[in-house]
């Protein structure tokens, strides 16, 4: 178990925790994607960049760890029941307790009666307070139990479903498994392309340094080289002058796997299938220099919309933007279909995507994702190309529905392929393949 300890100091952080807790509550009655819910609550928030962070942090951490916290409060509590509001209080105070460094003691306990006060759990502001203080005063004892737990029972002590870790181990092993559920559990970090229609990465380095961001190059073969950055520190993005202009898109490594084996040239067309957000979408408009047809279609306004502000902003002026279900004429040299799917691949991103999954998530989503394949195929030349992509880690939705596809359309054979495991490079997971059209058939 590793302790965060970005947060060296107690911040006074009294509104972070109360928005950190409005977010998990929120989130638990709605069902909706915690990192939306929160975002707007940002939005509408003035903490300072410190209690920003705070607030993230134990929002990110209580999701991920929730099986493991819930655990912890079971065990102590004999299994009652907790109201929502008190279950969610327990769990940002074990939370800090467990995971954060250098937290004081007293602000974890006081903070949590005054979080059950405002929540007008006067009843149980005394629990409360009397189980941090247990939790605190057996600290060091539970550290050693949770590093058992993650040894003997890892899906349990990795805080992830006991379903996914089975069908993980069978598939590549204990330890590489246990490798995979701890990278699900580290915070993910920001990570910058460069655009090219705008800037380059030395005048970019030369504007982020007058605006307070601290940038690494990212090395990866699939890559240009010095296109990529981490962002070691840096002010909100969206009070960038260079991100407001639209001199760098965040975009994680393995999302530019796809456009890279596509390989998109200046005067060619090509075709974006499932193109919102717009990272992809903008990357291939940078490789072809803003020079050709670019058609980039999604399912729905909103959608579309995202992708129309990231596309203006980066001033993409090749693409042609519309729905996915409106008949486009014609053949494109080039076709990406980036399908929606599990997303296991990009588990640490997804805060509560491992609660979300059903064990028959992949079999619900295949028959979708073959469909679009076989629609991005209709729309390419003869003698074009077409690149099916996936965030996920399962080969049911890459490598074997690639097989289902060319066995059933045997005009179109297998170029490349690739995946991207965590465990072995290190970024988030991702598959891509390119396929060709055979003359001879």
Known sequence: MRRQSRHPTGVPGGNSRQIALQTLLRSQESRLAVERILSRQFQSSTLSNADTGLCRELVSGCVRWRRLLDWLIERAT???????AVREILRLGLYQIFFLNRIPEHAIVNESVRLAKAERCLGQAGFINAMMRRFLRERGQITRDIANLQEDRPALGQSHPDWLFEQWEARWGREKTIRLMEWNNQPAPTCARVNPLLTDPESLAKRWDEE???????DCDWAKPDSLFRLRQHPPLESLGSFRDGLFYVQDPSTLLAVALLDPQPGQSMLDLCAAPGGKTCNI??????????TALDISEPRLEMLR??????????????????????????????????????????????????????????????????????RTKPDGQLIYSTCSLEPEENEQLVGRFLKANPEWQLAEERTLHPVEDHTDGAYAARLTRTTNI
Do not use: F
């Open 309 to 378: 502000e990231n596309c203006d902003r980066m001033h993409v002026t090749c693409a042609t933007l519309g729905q996915a279900d409106t008949a486009t004429t014609g053949g494109y040299d080039r076709a990406l279909v980036d399908v929606p799917c599990s997303n296991t691949g990009v588990m640490r991103r997804r805060l509560d995507l491992r609660w979300r999954l059903c064990p028959d998530e992949t079999r619900l989503l295949t028959d979708e994702q073959l469909k679009l394949l076989g629609q991005a195929a209709a």
């Open 78 to 84: 004999d299994g009652r029941e907790q109201k929502p």
């Open 285 to 294: 408009a940078g490789r072809m220099n803003n020079e050709g047809q670019l």
């Open 212 to 218: 307070g961001v601290q940038a690494t190059p990212i």
